[in-house]
């Protein structure tokens, strides 16, 4: 699990903060959710024979000997909070969560054991509408992110109830006697998770896979129509997608839409994001039946992704840098910079610590990367006055009050700088 500072934690929290910003556009509301469940909750809602469960979670006993995981996830958290807060009864529910999950998986680059997702849910609405709105929100989010040229979205009708039971037997069926000749993991999940095998990368269970039936002739006449009326409201709205037919996801609880966003900027981790329909969760964790949408993204691969396709600009922690003539205006000098701040809301003023001599103090307050120096010696005091010196620009110090120096930092932030 990794640590992350400085420029990695702002770059993170700048995903976060745009997409919160979006959500809260689309009327959804936050929901804080723990960190840790009931092991139950994700093996019956995420299905004991994913790989999420079986595999990556961290599971622990607590003192009495409760099971508890560490969240793989966040809809089955979600779900559980909505049917104990009894948010489901007669009522829709948008909802948006932030924050941390654990899964046991091997680290590489845009894979960590601990990461950071955001998420969205709707809860109640059975049409395709919700299924729409949730790939429209995203899309809003990968544009305000600026990242939007370099995503792709798959989406792929995966039936449920007896549609589903009839394919995954036909699937076996099919797949049985080549099971000797089957990857591994594959042949593992003919047993535990058949679906899954569709989306096998190993060539050899691609190549049995050509034949195999088709999820799509599976389905019934009620599922075809909600693809069919997702399609044509995605088509409405100009979002482009690829109806991808193998597309299936690490969860048993997704029933008739699957989404999944990827990219090539990052590497073999591709998947930024992804999720569906669970019309069955609810029910199965012991609400009422709720239909119910959502989706996930890794913003830690939305982070790479953007810093791999977009010119940010450099990172930088400190707007004003607060420099003192003599140690013994330390007061002055705080005082200063906090009626600097009071005056320009989201301005980041630093105020020099450790002592040293003005031009030690020039020196750290360039390497800050700070626009300007304020300055706070004898004649500035004498005067209820501060000295703003620009860093990057060729011009003349000023001599000026606060609230004249405050005018001078925000004009210069509206100019754009
Ligand atoms: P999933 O619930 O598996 O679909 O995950 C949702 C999103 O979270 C994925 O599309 C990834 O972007 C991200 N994600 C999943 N697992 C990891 C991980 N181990 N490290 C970083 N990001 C992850």
Same mark, same amino acid.
């Given at each position: 699990m990794r640590d992350l500072a400085a420029a990695d934690a702002a770059e993170l929290r700048q995903v976060e903060d745009q997409c919160m910003a979006v959500a809260r556009a689309f009327g959804f509301e936050e929901i804080r959710l723990p960190l840790?469940?009931?092991e139950e909750l994700f093996s019956r809602g995420i299905g004991v024979g994913t790989d999420i469960v079986s595999k990556e979670m961290y599971a622990f006993d607590d003192r009495r000997g409760k099971r508890l995981a560490l969240r793989p996830e966040g809809t089955a958290g979600c779900a559980r909070a909505c049917i104990e807060r009894g948010l489901l009864h007669n009522q829709t529910q948008r909802l948006w969560y932030s924050g941390p999950m654990f899964r046991y998986e091997r680290p590489q680059q845009g894979r960590y054991r601990q990461h950071d997702q955001f998420g969205a849910e709707i809860f109640g609405v059975a049409g395709a509408e919700a299924d729409a709105e949730l790939i429209q929100m995203t899309a809003a989010i990968w544009e305000a992110l600026g990242i939007g040229h370099a995503v792709r979205l798959e989406i792929n009708a995966i039936g449920s109830g007896a549609s589903r039971a009839a394919y995954l037997e036909a699937l076996v069926a099919y797949l049985s006697p080549y099971e000797s000749e089957l990857d591994g993991d594959s042949r593992a999940r003919?047993?535990?998770?058949?679906?899954?095998?569709? =989306?096998? /990368?190993v060539a050899s269970t691609q190549r049995i896979l050509e034949e195999a039936p088709n999820?799509?002739?599976?389905?019934?006449a009620t599922e075809r129509e909600q693809f069919h009326s997702l399609r044509e409201l995605l088509d409405a709205l100009g979002l482009s997608y690829r109806v991808n037919p193998r597309l299936v996801r690490g969860?048993?609880?997704?029933?008739?839409t699957v989404v999944e966003w990827t990219t090539e900027?990052?590497?073999?981790?591709?998947?930024?994001g992804g999720g569906g329909r669970y019309d069955g969760l609810i029910e199965l964790l012991g609400g009422r039946p709720t239909p119910a949408a959502g989706f996930a993204m890794g913003m830690d691969r939305v982070a790479l992704l953007r810093q791999a396709v977009t010119e940010g600009s450099p990172y930088r922690s400190t707007d004003v840098y607060v420099v003192m003539? =003599?140690? /013994?205006h330390v007061p002055e000098a705080m005082a200063a910079a906090q009626a600097l701040r009071v005056r320009v809301p989201g301005l980041r003023v630093r105020l020099h610590a450790g002592g040293g001599g003005l031009s030690a103090q020039f020196r750290r307050a360039d390497r800050s990367g700070a626009d300007w120096a304020m300055i706070v010696g004898e004649a500035e005091i004498a005067e209820n006055r501060v000295s703003l010196k620009w860093l990057r620009e060729d011009r003349p110090q000023a001599f000026a009050s606060i609230e004249e120096a405050a005018a001078m930092i925000r004009d210069a932030q509206t100019d754009g700088r």
């Open positions: 840790v469940e009931s003919l047993r535990m998770n058949p679906l899954r095998i569709l =989306d096998s /990368k999820l799509a002739d599976y389905l019934d969860f048993d609880y997704y029933t008739h900027g990052i590497g073999a981790q591709d998947a930024v003539q =003599d140690g /013994k």
